[in-house]
């Protein structure tokens, strides 16, 4: 599991620079940025397999010279002029380099994308194949082309600036130094090849593109907690109060983290329509509160919290004054136990990323429902711990709405009539060919008001 990766790599990894957010994220206080510094992360790669680029036997930077973005015809290998492929230092790492240079931004890109992919690797306990190994071996990783945009492709990244306010190229704002962004393109890339597509053109594939959403922010979310300088400003600034529902407003500065503003989301099915970006919301929302009230279950364990504390915050209270009552019990709580925190919130983390990691191996694409995800989820769960975690997966779900559809026919009730097994006839042979009677309506699952439309 992930807290034991970072001591075995210490030693064997190779080192690189990063920033854990974008540095164009201000404290509110106007002093200067959020992340001052890029922080060191050790990839699994050993200085002796590292090539220069910087690449390796599963990624590769290029950096392209005057190169249009990708479309349907132009596709990888690109074949055009480059740079100079960014070297090591004479120690085989590359912590070295000047964050002002362009050769950090070729470097973070990859240190980035492989550090991502060395913490859910962890998580799967085997390698990832790329869904495009069919044609090439190695992601083509592309820092900085003069676009106003990112995309990721079949067998590619490439990213480009940010936009001024005046639609113009903003130069300081390069995609590829942005975490959250990276780590969000490769969540796509783990989902296309440990979930696969839908073979079918009769699937519709609405919850299909909200799971991929969601993924990709689940699994960008649950990389940047791997940063010390992220879970420490987070429990710092919540005092280890995780409740996402209208919880954005405790996350203090990091709630201009694109990442952060999309966990703690309030929306249930019922907010949300088709557009994938949208209904994505409310199932990245149940799962990370999963992580949240194992977290929080912990802390009762623990004996940090009182159980009654934790029914109070996760069950709104819906008025102020017990709104600061919870926070002044968790300042209280906090206090003098942020390791005891930490060790709680990172433990969550982890339990999170192989629930996923088991979810998203046994899931099929075809006809993907939300409540299939809910169901494969309490499976993976049985697996890992025989289960115990089961009541906090379902009540999550719930929250936001996420039932069986309502044209379920496993909603459709069945009388012994129905069965064939008419009272007051003694045992009589079911017909396996008789119709289930259409008068019986499905019931609304939670007598929610939502339209969940596959
Ligand atoms: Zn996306």
């Known amino acids: 599991m992930s807290l034991e990766l970072d001591r075995r790599l210490a030693d064997v990894g190779t080192r690189f620079r990063i920033f854990p957010q974008p540095r164009f994220l201000q404290k509110a206080d106007g002093s200067g940025p959020l992340f001052p510094e890029p922080e060191e992360v050790t990839v699994s790669v050993e200085p002796g397999a590292m090539q220069a680029g910087p690449g390796d036997d599963r990624m590769f930077v290029i950096d392209a010279i005057g190169k249009l973005p990708y479309n349907r015809f132009f596709r990888p290998p690109f074949r055009g002029d480059a740079r100079p492929p960014v070297q090591a230092g004479d120690d085989g790492h590359f912590d070295h380099l000047d964050p002002a240079g362009r050769e950090f931004s070729a470097a973070t890109m990859y240190a980035t994308v492989r550090r991502v992919l060395d913490i859910w690797e962890d998580y799967f306990g085997r390698t990832i194949q790329w869904h ?3 044609d090439f071996s190695r992601l083509e990783l592309i820092p900085l082309i003069e676009w106003d945009n990112a995309q990721s492709g079949y067998g590619f990244l490439e990213f480009g600036f940010g936009r001024k306010p005046n639609g113009t190229i903003d130069h300081d704002r390069p995609f590829c130094e942005n975490f959250d962004v990276l780590a969000h393109e490769l969540g796509h890339s783990i989902i296309f090849a440990e979930v696969g597509v839908p073979a079918s053109p009769q699937d519709e594939a609405i919850d299909y593109g909200g799971m ?10 649950v990389a940047s907690l791997h940063f010390h300088s992220v879970v420490d400003m987070l429990l710092d600034s919540t005092k280890g109060n995780l409740l996402t529902i209208n919880g954005l407003d405790r996350v203090g500065e990091l709630s201009d983290s694109r990442e952060i503003r999309v966990v703690f989301n309030s929306r249930r099915m019922s ?15 149940a799962i990370f509160d999963i992580m949240v009230e194992v977290f929080q279950q912990d802390l009762v364990a623990k004996k940090l919290i009182s159980e009654d504390l934790r029914t109070r915050s996760t069950n709104l209270p819906g008025t102020s004054q017990d709104l600061l009552e919870i926070e002044a019990e ?7 136990n942020e390791a005891a925190f930490k060790d709680s919130l990172l433990r969550a983390r982890d339990y999170l990323g192989r629930l996923l990691a088991v979810t998203w191996s046994r899931i099929s694409p075809d006809f993907l429902t939300y409540h299939g995800v809910l169901r494969t989820l309490l499976a993976a769960d049985r697996e890992i711990t025989g289960g115990e975690n089961v009541p906090i997966i379902r009540s999550c779900f719930a929250w936001r709405e996420i039932a069986p559809v309502p044209t379920s026919l496993m909603l459709r009730q069945h009388t012994l009539v129905d069965c064939g097994l008419t009272a007051g006839k003694g045992v009589t042979v079911p017909d396996p060919g008789a119709p289930a009677d259409p008068q019986i309506p499905a019931p609304r699952a939670n007598g929610a008001a939502f339209v969940n439309r596959l």
Request: aromatic letters at 8%.
């Open 330 to 336: 968790f300042t209280a709580a906090y206090t003098g």
């Open 212 to 221: 991929h959403e969601s993924a990709g922010d689940l699994v960008a979310i």
């Open 132 to 134: 495009f190994e069919s």
């Open 271 to 285: 907010d949300v329509g088709e557009e994938p970006h949208d209904r994505s919301l409310p199932l990245t929302g």
